[in-house]
């Protein structure tokens, strides 16, 4: 029977804690120094779990101690015990500073676990030295042996350790974790009984070398797993790196080229022969310098990136057919224990990226259709222009009749003719200076020199020729406006506003010709601006007069309703035109205002006469709706309660709306005219027949009424095909007509000849004052007749 060995009962019990003790405090580092690879820990954690190392060690050499059937033992002291308590804080402390070191240090890993089995090796002896001095027996030999054993277990149980934390790409099952710490566990205790033996001897049945045999034999298997173990995982983790290491070099989108130290090619990808068009054998053979185009370049990176840190820069190499190709370059030193040995090159095709970085700048400075400098070019080079002292004028160009052609032939035939104005514009210039498309239809031309007005003419002379284009010929009346540089202004965008102001003006006078600018016409901008001001105090004051033009029934000629217009008679500036004010009204959103308030003024009025005569005498009376005023969210919902509070029938009233309403989304105008027809109101499209998408829509817009416009009726004794055919567009769609702009007998026949029976006009009457309106056709029927 071995005494302190094989024994059994309570010691056996004894062995087994022990080792139990030792594996739990083995799975417990294992998992604290994993946790601290992730996660930054504060000392005092460190210490914690370094004194818990002590305190579990000084359990496990308790039941060491009592493991031992070597005949009764001495009571331990307390010293004893304190200093396993502190040099196992010391190793807990120790461990979980240095397993998380960079696996491969075999130098470094061979100190620390020299260090760790001193001190393993010391706690080991305090057991017979300090509870069996009497048995002291030194065998050197195996003194000797237990030191090597002590230092290759402890060196394997350290590596083991140093693995698992640093091996987060491994995924170690849990079974493996417990065998491992078993072993480790087996392994520190077995250490014991050698060491014990190493340095004891007292008479028992066995002899004293199986004493120390089978608990080196114990240990040795130990530490033979635990060698194997890390080298299972190393092989597998080595397999794992080679196959990431394939991966990222064969299948890279990119070329990649491991290069060593002297600048010959080891390795290259599929991708690299793709790239350089060289075969894999022909790319080995060269030197990396070679397949950049400026090699000193190259070579300046070279040096940046020998230094220690990947560097990276754009170049171009040139591929085996002489192509020049730009690309990105990533370098990575590769380093082996802290020493360059070479680098790998990944390099990236950017030609695409770089032509689209092109293409984007291009388009941030030219317009998309006509591939002419856009605003922002064109302030650039009149900021060039003006830093250089150079005198130059601006020529900017709008085109009055486009929007017609985007109307009747559509936007994709509309872009056309631009590129082809914009083709002619640079015919016209023929390089002596710089045509801009600034927006829509409006172009900008700079040319060096003084206000350039034979220029400005000579393009209004060539507009004046027709565009031909798919069978159609087109003529664009160009409205020019000039302004140039130092004489009207220094600063660009005054200069630009100058321009504006008199291609505006240009406007105004009738088109189709030029204007240069003048001091006065930026003063009446700033008459536009007062007017604005003070349209405002207009609203706010109700100072617009209300005129009613009344409709006729064209053969009875009986009155049929009238048309509410708006008047403006300025306590100080006079009468002031609709054409004048009610624009700026638009520009500014107050003719929503505006329009509200003649909507609530024509209901009162509607009101009182309902007072004063029989409801079925008052005439229907219309109301021009502008786009702004009817696209308000609320405008049907404020119709409607307008007429519940006047209490009146919406059959009294009709709203015209222009070809522009018609233009916008179908589904939101129709569900805003059904609401409003649902109060009886009658709906027009005012002016019809000036555009042509409004014949899309008539037969799904819920309408009654087509105005046909007064430059139709102006020529109708001449030719009446376009107004036959709106009338019999509207018969046939089940919609009434009313002729606008009747001044003759002549054409109120013909009118009657094609079935008209509606109209307003000067042969009639001309807008009637309110006061005037309601004596002439509202007072006469009295209301209880």
């Not at 020493?339 to 032509?355: N, P, Q």
């Not at 003084?450 to 009346?477: C, S, W």
């Not at 079935?755 to 006061?771: D, H, I, M």
Request: hydrophobic content about 45%; some cysteine.
């Amino acid at each position: 029977m071995l005494p302190f060995i094989d024994i059994p009962g309570i010691h056996l019990l004894y062995t087994i804690t022990s080792v139990l003790l030792i594996s739990v405090l083995t799975r417990l580092v294992l998992y604290v120094s994993q946790h601290m690879m992730r996660t930054a820990v504060s000392t005092w954690k460190v210490t914690l779990v370094s004194l818990g190392t002590g305190l579990s060690a000084v359990l496990a050499t308790y039941s060491f101690t009592l493991s031992i059937d070597a005949g009764p033992a001495p009571q331990a002291t307390w010293l004893f015990f304190v200093i396993n308590f502190l040099l196992s804080s010391i190793s807990g402390a120790l461990i979980l500073c240095v397993v998380r070191s960079p696996i491969g240090n075999t130098r470094h890993d061979l100190l620390i676990s020299l260090l760790l089995a001193a001190l393993i090796y010391f706690l080991h002896m305090l057991t017979p030295f300090s509870l069996y001095p009497d048995f002291l027996d030194v065998h050197l030999v195996e003194v000797l042996t237990s030191m090597v054993l002590t230092q290759s277990t402890i060196f394997t149980l350290f590596r083991f350790l140093n693995m698992y934390t640093n091996g987060e790409e491994m995924k170690w099952s849990k079974m493996l974790l417990l065998f491992g710490s078993l072993m480790s566990g087996i392994a520190i205790v077995g250490l014991g009984y050698c060491i014990f033996a190493a340095f004891t001897f007292y008479d028992s049945t066995v002899s004293h070398s199986l004493h120390f045999l089978i608990p080196t034999a114990v240990v040795l298997i130990s530490n033979t797993i635990l060698t194997v173990i890390p080298l299972l995982y190393r092989n597998r983790a080595l397999v794992t790196t080679h196959q990431l290491y394939q991966s990222l070099f064969n299948d890279n989108p990119n070329a990649v080229l491991a290069v060593e130290k002297n600048g010959s090619i080891q390795h290259a990808n599929k991708e690299s022969e793709s790239l350089t068009g060289y075969n894999e054998d022909a790319i080995k053979r060269m030197d990396a310098a070679a397949l950049f185009l400026d090699k000193e370049i190259f070579q300046d990176h070279l040096n940046i990136l020998m230094n220690g840190g990947s560097h990276q820069w754009d170049t171009k190499i040139v591929n085996h057919s002489g192509l020049q190709i730009d690309v990105h370059v990533t370098g990575i030193p590769t380093i082996v224990r802290h020493h360059i040995v070479g680098y790998f090159l990944v390099i990236k095709d950017i030609s695409h990226t770089i032509e689209t970085a092109k293409q984007v700048e291009f388009l941030a400075y030219h317009d998309d259709l006509t591939k002419l400098p856009n605003r922002r070019l064109m302030q650039q080079q009149m900021q060039e222009y003006a830093e250089k002292g150079t005198t130059f004028s601006i020529l900017l160009i709008d085109y009055d009749l486009f929007k017609r052609i985007n109307d009747i032939f559509g936007h994709s035939f509309g872009d056309k003719v631009l590129v082809e104005t914009a083709a002619r514009l640079e015919r016209i210039l023929d390089g002596k200076g710089t045509v801009n498309r600034v927006g829509g239809d409006e172009f900008l031309l700079i040319v060096p020199g003084k206000a350039e007005t034979r220029l400005a003419k000579y393009i209004v002379e060539q507009f004046r020729q027709p565009i031909r284009l798919q069978d159609y010929e087109h003529v664009l009346q160009a409205s020019i406006g000039i302004a140039s540089f130092p004489e009207h202004a220094e600063d660009m965008d005054n200069l630009y506003k100058y321009a504006d102001i008199a291609m505006y003006q240009t406007k105004e006078n009738g088109g189709n010709n030029y204007t240069v600018f003048q001091p006065e016409m930026a003063e009446k901008q700033v008459l536009r601006f007062e007017i604005e001001h003070e349209l405002q105090k207009a609203i706010e004051t109700q100072a617009f007069d209300l005129y009613f033009q009344p409709k006729f029934h064209s053969f009875t000629r009986t009155i049929t309703g009238a048309e509410v217009l708006l008047r403006w008679n300025h306590p100080e500036r006079g009468f002031i035109p609709p054409n004048v004010f009610i624009p700026i009204a638009e520009e500014s959103g107050l003719i929503v205002a505006i329009e509200r308030g003649v909507i609530e003024r024509v209901m009162a009025c509607l009101s009182k006469w309902r007072e004063e005569t029989a409801e079925c005498n008052i005439p229907c009376i219309s109301i021009n709706v502008s786009v702004i005023t009817f696209l308000q969210d609320d405008f049907s919902s404020f119709f409607r309660d307008r007429l519940e509070h006047y209490n009146l029938n919406g059959s009294l009233l009709e709203l015209e709306i222009t070809e522009r309403v018609v233009m916008q989304n179908e589904t939101k105008i129709n569900s805003i005219l059904q609401k409003l027809r649902e109060t009886g109101v009658k709906i027009s499209i005012d002016d019809f027949g000036t555009g042509y998408s409004s014949l899309n829509y008539l037969d799904k817009l819920q309408v009654d009424i087509l105005k046909i416009d007064q430059t139709f009726i102006q020529h109708i004794e001449y030719n009446q095909s376009i107004v036959a055919t709106i009338q019999s567009l509207a018969e046939n769609l089940k919609l009434h007509t009313i002729a606008e702009g009747v001044e003759t007998e002549a054409q109120l026949q013909a009118l009657q000849g094609l079935g008209c029976t509606e109209v307003q006009g000067y042969l009639f009457s001309k807008p009637l004052p309110q006061a005037d309106f309601e004596s002439a056709y509202i007072m006469k029927i009295p209301a209880d007749a």
